[in-house]
């Protein structure tokens, strides 16, 4: 499928769900639109617009955005987070920016025995029912799975290729100080990243010299079962760490890049603290880790009012699977569903 035929096909799929998304999101239509209608607004979306798609970046996935009649919303959405530091100050006042730090937990463990990656996919509520599971075979031989927000790129939230390599994704947010004004989008780059062929390949698409920001990649080479945890930062600042039989918690901190936060993030160290205290030696104790609700401030597994764990994915390298689980990975009645990660 070309890109345009793919945008042109999740625009006609999914193009209710995707305005309904952006009817209920907390920010887009109150503070991104108007935002985006000032002088300083516009010129910043037109210069993000023209790094994203231009030749050195990723025009091909830009003709992969849905197209639907509301397209500058949509656009707003996918490049909200290199947006968000540059909003003027007494709107940025108005915006409970702890929750932009507060997207997902991850355990990863790399052993004979156990070669797993597993991960909270967490949001805003507004999300909950306006994502979906996308499988997609490109027309240069690759193919993938990808867990897509409705509106956004597959992926922000995590997938697997035809060449074995999955990975999931977490927010470790920047000071805005070290946000580059009309860099390259996280979006685009986890898009990217559906194409790596292998470790190296994939670390080289996440090293993107011209980043607005950064990011946190869980990656795993399901061939080699190789697990590495990659942190990402604005000016060409990343960190690779490989996982080996320790397990290992990652949430929405810079655990290793020396980086300035941009917020204190009180959920990250209370469920960091609480992951230590728990034993992680077997899948279902990594589960029970990920089901955690016994901080009721700032659970492992979240249940609203404002976030919400959408779902859990354990990407297996022993077993070659992906099992996606629709509530709460801890307790054995939760919905299943395993995809074969030679099935793409």
Known sequence: MEPYEMGLAIGKRFSAMIERRLEQDPLVRSQLVPFSRTSDGEQLVDDLSATNRSLNAFPRYWDELPLVSFFSQLLLLNLRKEIF???????????????????????????????????????????????????????????????????????????????????????????????????????????DLLEAKDFTDALKRIQNPTLSAGHCYNLLDINAKMIFNVETASKQRF?????????????????????????????????????????????????????????????????????????????????????????????????QLEISLDSV
């Open 85 to 191: 530091p540059f909003l003027p100050t007494e709107v940025a006042k108005a915006r409970d920016v702890n929750l932009e730090a507060v997207e997902c937990s991850d355990i990863l463990v790399c052993r004979p025995d156990l070669t797993v990656v597993a991960h909270n996919e967490d949001a805003d509520v507004s999300v909950e029912g306006h994502a979906f599971l996308l499988h997609a075979v490109l027309p240069h031989g690759v193919s993938f799975f990808a867990y897509t927000y409705a509106g956004e790129l597959p992926t922000c939230a995590f997938g697997f290729n035809s060449f074995g390599v999955a990975f999931t994704l977490d927010a470790v947010p920047l000071a805005p100080s070290e946000t580059v004004r009309g860099g390259v989008g996280r979006n685009f780059v986890s898009r």
């Open 239 to 335: 960190t690779s760490l490989q996982i080996s039989e320790a397990p290992y918690f990652h949430a929405n901190m810079y655990l290793c890049l020396d980086v300035s936060q941009q917020v204190s993030n009180d959920s990250s160290l209370h469920r960091q603290k609480r992951a230590a205290e728990m034993p992680k030696n077997s899948l279902e104790e990594i589960l029970a880790v990920l089901g955690d609700g016994s901080d009721e401030l700032y659970p492992i597994y979240m249940t609203g009012p404002k976030l919400c764990t959408l779902v859990t994915v354990v990407f297996d390298a022993s077993s070659r699977t992906m099992t996606l689980y629709h509530g709460n990975p801890a307790k054995s009645s939760t919905l």
